[in-house]
């Protein structure tokens, strides 16, 4: 019997961060319709445009399937949008065929992760899902349910504080130019709107992240990058805080 298993990620880098990750598990990425488990097709929209929005991006998970597994992993474009990702979602697809869910998404500067956590909880409380009790762990209810905030439940960070542990590993020379470049940027020849995003928290790790694959992929985002390029591999999946998203990703699916 197939298990159905449903994840919702914050952005597009986090789906495809996740994706070589469950690779290793034997799935592999589905690209046609045909070839897709029907169990998912409510989630494919059937209109253009979404919303009567030109710009919106079409909200199409990725999937990945081997014989065993099928599973569904969702962009919420957004912190604001998780839990409404997974309501919108559970009131397509039946949730009592659905073996696990899982949620994960950045620290933020903001708040701990404990208290992001406990306010995703609230926003949950509604849907009558077996919630977990404490970050990281999964509920073995029906269906399983879990949020990891990422880099390690605990400290604040992002998906790029994990992706320059990676270019350690495999990129060394370009983090050093990258970490240099960055360094070097004059801002007394940018405005304040100019710095905006440079200046959060996360600012300066994203930078020297998107320089790194702006040599890796000229012209392609980060996400293109993640995909085709050496960040996850057989020598940075032993790094700690990837251990640590693996091991909850496989409780999520049933693996452990």
């Known amino acids: 019997m197939v298990r159905y298993c449903y994840i919702v990620a914050e952005g597009p880098q986090d789906i495809e961060f996740l994706i070589p990750l469950l690779k290793f598990y034997g799935l592999k990425r589905v690209n046609q319709l045909s070839l897709l488990d029907s169990f998912w097709e409510p989630l494919i929209p059937k209109t253009f445009p979404i919303d009567d929005d030109l710009m919106k991006r079409v909200p199409v998970p990725v999937f990945l399937q081997n014989s065993e597994l099928s599973i569904a992993l969702q962009s919420a474009t957004g912190i604001t949008r998780l ?3 997974i309501e919108e979602s559970l009131a397509l697809i039946p949730g ?6 899982g949620l994960i998404l ?3 500067g903001m708040q701990t992760p404990q208290e992001r956590f406990q306010e995703i909880l609230d926003k949950l409380a509604p849907l009558s899902l077996s919630l977990p009790s404490t970050l990281g762990e999964v509920a073995k209810g029906s269906p399983r349910f ?5 880099p390690n439940n605990s400290e604040p960070g992002t998906l790029e504080d994990i992706l320059l542990a990676c270019a350690e590993i495999n990129y060394p020379n370009l983090l050093d130019l990258s970490r ?8 007394t020849q940018l405005t304040k709107k100019d710095l905006q ?3 959060k928290p996360a600012g300066k790790s994203k930078a020297i992240v998107s320089s790194i694959s702006s040599i890796l992929r000229p012209g392609k985002t980060l996400q293109v990058s993640i995909q085709d390029n050496r960040w996850i591999d057989q ?10 998203v693996n091991t909850f990703l496989a409780e999520v699916i049933g693996i452990s």
């Open 197 to 199: 995003y440079f200046n």
């Open 146 to 150: 879990g949020i990891f905030i990422i």
């Open 180 to 187: 240099n470049y960055v360094s070097s940027i004059d801002k």
């Open 235 to 244: 020598q940075t999946i032993g790094l700690e805080s990837i251990q640590m």
């Open 96 to 101: 009592s065929q659905i073996f696990g869910i």
């Open 106 to 108: 950045d620290a933020d």
């Open 83 to 85: 839990s409404e990702t």
